[in-house]
């Protein structure tokens, strides 16, 4: 928790709308991945079968 507050206290660029633009961009990334991963997760607790038939592209591929 130190790191984010570190990253979005101090100043990332010299100018002021490449820094506003640069943080909320890291906000919006960091946003979808903690929604992102709370969907798989609670997606896997209350749907256990739906992980049996799962295909993750690329590796679907490898063995044919």
């Known amino acids: ?3 984010i507050k570190q990253i979005f206290g101090d100043k ?3 100018y002021k709308v490449v820094d506003i633009i ?3 961009w ?3 990334l960091l946003v979808m991945f903690v929604l992102g991963m ?3 997760i609670t997606h896997i607790i ?3 079968s739906a992980v049996d038939n799962a295909t993750f592209g690329i ?3 490898l063995g044919s």
């Open 1 to 3: 928790m130190e790191v």
């Open 12 to 14: 990332m660029s010299d």
């Open 22 to 24: 640069v943080k909320v």
């Open 26 to 28: 890291l906000a919006v």
């Open 38 to 40: 709370v969907a798989i």
């Open 46 to 48: 209350m749907n256990p």
């Open 59 to 61: 590796f679907d591929t």
